[in-house]
């Protein structure tokens, strides 16, 4: 086995000023962030959303809270809306910036516009059931919705009754596609579709049609594996379809209307949309994978013209942005690999620079003007992170036992001295279709700069499976669950002592879903390898995963590749309740009550499995309101306490027992 660190990877450099600190687990989940950009015609003006979490102990309970703002030209950036009413899909046309919000006694979300000058907001259009997602014509003359329609009101007054019987899976609502004609003395809006689901809608430029991107039903799994892009008329008839395969992601129209370039799937059993697809309709919808040998996987596009379309590509740990010609298919480099995380772009039609947003290992998601390949940045959220020591962090590659290369993300503790082993936490993503890149890792999950600066290394390994490396290497686990996939994370740790950075018995593994799964497979099938195991909203039985996820078709199509009545015994041997009685390592399951993607039993049932064995220390937390993920800033500051308390515990102290699942919250209120 053999570790190489890349010289060239982004890193962040000690700092031994004497005003730098530490940063507290407070900071950590309250860092604010830039969520989306909207761009003037001229390209002078961005409208953008920051979004600011709650403050622990001190606001209610609740989402975080989004802030209109806007940058013009070099000057600094403006508030517009701030008033915690909350900000959503934000768009400029003409003279405006409009979005959605619920405001002034709205019963639902509604669409507001406010003067790129500034003043006061205007409500536009409200329907009788929220707007999740809007267009507007090129004339600003017709505003086109996604909405479910007038929720019936006999359903409430049984409700009232107590008739509250919910049929499963049957009485999924559909969205709809609406059409308003805003120049109407009393605007009404149409319903243009009625039995399919519609997750998008677009105006076609230079013609009457919508693109709207369809499902037969409102189930999730039809959302991942059954979707595909259709144009209807502003009738709502049924004109042209785009044929994809499998999963499939955003679609753009270049400015002239010829062209559709659509992100989607290689085929059916691809686990991500990656490629890169351009229809051409005057040539009676021909299509061409515009980037065939690809190793990466396409996030985000946009048009800068008619013939010219910029991509962000994920390639390893890194994502570059390059410019592609329809005519000849010539690519050059806009945004190199190693400037920063790129996470989606935002281009106009005849101007050369566009605006990105982008995080570091330094700093979360903020903006950037990209001129002449050049990142200008626009906001800094966190001035106070200027304060903070950074950790040393670089990607790394690694040898897996049957020869295969991988890569992952190593941030060194830091206080580092070479010669010197410290404690390591493995922090597994999940997907398994995902992949970490070397930018802004601190999360509730995975609190990198708290955890570095108590004596801990960090690595985030991309094991097989993986996105970022291409079609290929993304399906190298399918129908291989717990297998190779995760003697890939065991070969990283192995790397890491045989580097000489980490103490092989003080090595913790946590994470999330598919990571969550791996943190119960390492504390139970693997536990001579791992000292510690957090295991969140994961998965320890296959059998009964199958029978209560919401993504069924999916599990099979990209991830199993066989049903669990094929090889029942194979798929009980891939779930950690099966090794319980051999677990030697301490675990910490945490899940969100209200999880539809991983069911709670999940969990339940692999403490129970533990706990009647009773050869390891166990513990099970459950949060209320939360799902496949904790979204409350409250909910996300305590998870991030019991993780560190329970490595520090095991990794640190030596502890035999858990310890008290009691947390100081009390003595922080306000």
């Known amino acids: 086995m053999f570790l190489r660190i890349g010289l060239s990877a982004l890193c962040v450099a000690l700092s031994f000023s004497a005003s730098a600190r530490d940063i507290t687990l407070t900071e950590t989940v309250t860092v604010k962030s830039i969520n989306s950009v909207a761009v ?3 390209g002078s003006v961005a409208a953008f959303t920051r979004v600011s979490p709650r403050t622990p102990y001190v606001d209610d309970d609740g989402g975080s809270f989004v802030e209109l703002l806007v940058a013009r030209d070099n000057a600094e950036p403006v508030s517009f809306v701030n008033d915690k009413s909350g900000v959503g899909a934000v768009t400029i ?19 507001y516009k406010i003067s790129l000058q500034g003043g006061e907001a205007q409500k536009v259009f409200s329907h009788e059931n929220s707007i999740f997602s809007y267009a507007l014509s090129e004339d600003g003359r017709y505003l086109a919705f996604t909405a479910r329609a007038k929720a019936d009101e006999a359903d409430k007054k049984l409700a009232k009754k107590g008739f509250k019987a919910e ?9 709809h596609a609406w059409l308003v004609d805003l120049t109407a003395e009393s605007p009404m809006a149409v319903q243009l579709t009625k039995e399919q689901q519609i997750y998008s809608v677009a105006f076609r430029p230079g013609h009457e049609q919508l693109l709207v991107r369809t499902a037969p039903t409102a189930l999730v799994d039809d959302n991942y594996m059954s979707s ?3 144009l209807i008329s502003f009738a709502g008839v049924e004109e042209a379809a785009f044929a994809t395969t499998g999963k499939l992601g955003k679609a753009e129209f270049s400015p002239d209307g010829r062209y559709l370039a659509v992100i989607g799937a290689a085929d059916y059993n691809d686990p991500a949309t990656g490629r890169l697809y351009v229809f051409d309709t005057q040539n009676d919808n021909e299509v061409r994978e515009v980037l065939p040998d690809y190793q990466g996987h396409v996030q985000d596009i946009d048009w800068r013209g008619n013939d010219e379309l910029i991509y962000l590509g994920a390639i390893g740990t890194e ?6 010609t329809m005519q000849w298919l010539e690519t050059r480099p806009l945004v190199a690999a190693g400037e920063a995380i790129v996470v989606d772009i935002e281009a106009t039609p005849g101007q050369s620079s566009f605006y990105a947003r982008a995080n570091t290992a330094s700093h979360p998601t903020e903006l950037f003007r990209v001129e002449n390949q050049t990142m200008l940045r626009v906001t800094d959220s966190n001035p106070w992170l200027a304060e903070i020591t950074m950790p040393r962090q670089e990607t790394i590659t690694y040898e897996a036992r049957d020869g295969l290369e991988l890569e992952g993300i ?4 830091t206080d580092y001295q070479e010669g010197t082993r410290y404690p390591l936490i493995t922090v597994v993503h999940g997907g398994p279709e995902a992949h970490y890149s070397n930018g802004w890792l601190d999360r509730y999950g995975s609190p990198v700069k708290y955890a570095a600066q108590q004596g801990y290394a960090l690595f985030f390994p991309n094991y097989r499976g993986s996105t970022g490396r291409g079609v290929e290497f993304s399906k190298l686990g399918q129908n291989d669950y717990a297998g190779k996939e995760f003697d890939d994370l065991v070969d990283g740790k192995n790397a890491l002592v045989e580097m000489g950075l980490v103490d092989g018995e003080r090595a913790g593994i946590t994470g999330g879903s598919y990571g969550g799964f791996a943190s119960a497979w390492g504390a139970t099938a693997q536990t001579e390898h791992w000292a510690a195991s957090v295991m969140f909203v994961g998965i320890s039985d296959n059998i009964s995963k199958f029978g209560t996820t919401d993504i069924a078709k999916e599990m099979h199509a990209v991830h199993a590749r066989s049903y669990p009545w094929e090889k029942w015994q194979w798929y009980l041997e891939r779930s950690p309740i099966y090794h319980a009685e051999k677990a030697r390592t301490p675990i910490l399951i945490m899940h969100g009550k209200e999880d539809t993607r991983v069911h709670p039993s999940q969990s339940m ?7 009647t064995h009773g050869n390891v220390p166990v513990r099970l ?14 909910a996300q500051l305590d998870y991030s306490m019991r993780l560190m308390r329970w490595m520090d515990s095991f990794l640190k102290e030596g502890a035999t027992e858990a310890p008290a699942h009691e947390l100081p919250h009390a003595e922080q209120l306000q």
């Open 410 to 413: 190593l941030v060194y503790p």
């Open 605 to 611: 049932e692999l403490y129970r499995y533990l706990k």
């Open 228 to 230: 595909e892009y259709q």
């Open 93 to 111: 046309h003409g003279d405006a910036i409009y979005f959605t919000s619920k405001r002034d006694g709205d019963e639902h979300t509604s669409l």
């Open 167 to 175: 049929v499963y899976e049957e009485e999924n609502e559909f969205t």
């Open 319 to 324: 994502t570059e942005v390059q410019a592609i």
């Open 621 to 634: 937390v459950l949060y209320p309101g939360e799902g496949h993920g904790n979204r409350r800033v409250a």
């Open 40 to 42: 003037s015609d001229d």
